[in-house]
């Protein structure tokens, strides 16, 4: 099939079809005419890249994980893919720390504010002067 469709096929833009096969993550073939064309297995390809983008991988760490799809049998990927997963995991969970870390912050800064407005909005006016 040809990018259009495939692009229709899996909801992929073309443009993040083509950025796919810059990165080794999506191959085709060519036209004689230099028109890609793609198999019917690209359309499982393509939902697979788009989970593994959306669970927050790179496209160099997806480019390590899908090996483990292609050569399913083959124990040497299988374990450069597991430690590559167990890696993706640590950065996610430093990530997680970081942004509880963050909010905890905020929520901090957000009593303070809290009190400071209750403390205005409870403190005398101010008494005009007279000229």
């Avoid at 099939?1 to 191959?27: C, F, N, P, V």
């Avoid at 430093?94 to 800064?109: G, K, P, Q, S, V």
């Amino acid at each position: 099939m040809r990018i259009g469709e495939l692009a229709k096929r899996t909801g992929a833009s073309a443009r993040s079809l083509r950025y796919y096969e810059d990165q080794g993550l999506l191959t085709s073939s060519r036209s004689d005419a230099g028109q890609r064309h793609y198999s019917d297995a690209a359309v499982q390809r393509v939902s697979l890249i788009r989970q593994l983008f959306d669970a927050g991988m790179s496209s160099r760490v997806i480019a390590t994980v899908l090996p483990c799809v292609d050569i399913p049998d083959d124990l040497d990927v299988a374990e450069e893919t597991f430690t590559a997963m167990m890696r993706e995991r640590d950065r996610i969970d430093a990530d997680i720390a970081h942004l509880i870390e963050t909010r905890d912050a905020l929520d901090a800064l957000i009593r303070v504010n809290s009190r400071h407005r209750a403390e205005l909005s409870t403190a005398p006016e101010p008494a005009a002067q007279s000229t």
